[in-house]
């Protein structure tokens, strides 16, 4: 495995490759996550501005916000469209 190169570090080749990945991605990482007990991050077209989604392996979503002091649960679980 290579080692990671922060974003702000990233030359043009390297920071253009990371996002070609990124374009491409097809949720196996994700999923291999979930499988093992963890929960993901992500957005949809849904996620209201300055939130993100929290994934739970059991299937619920919930919507949380990050500042300095960490991660802040907003209004319990939500429904939302699932991140494909």
Known sequence: MQPLTPLDEM???ELEAFLATLAN????AA??????GNPIYCTTENTPAGLV?????DGRRQLVRFDLAGEHAVDGDVQSEAAD
Not at 25 to 28: K, L, P, Q, S, V
Not at 31 to 36: D, E, F, I, Q, T
Not at 53 to 57: D, L, R, S
């Open 31 to 36: 999923r291999g996550h979930l499988a093992r």
């Open 53 to 57: 989604e929290k994934h739970f392996p």
């Open 11 to 13: 030359t043009p080749a």
């Open 25 to 28: 991605d097809d949720g196996a």
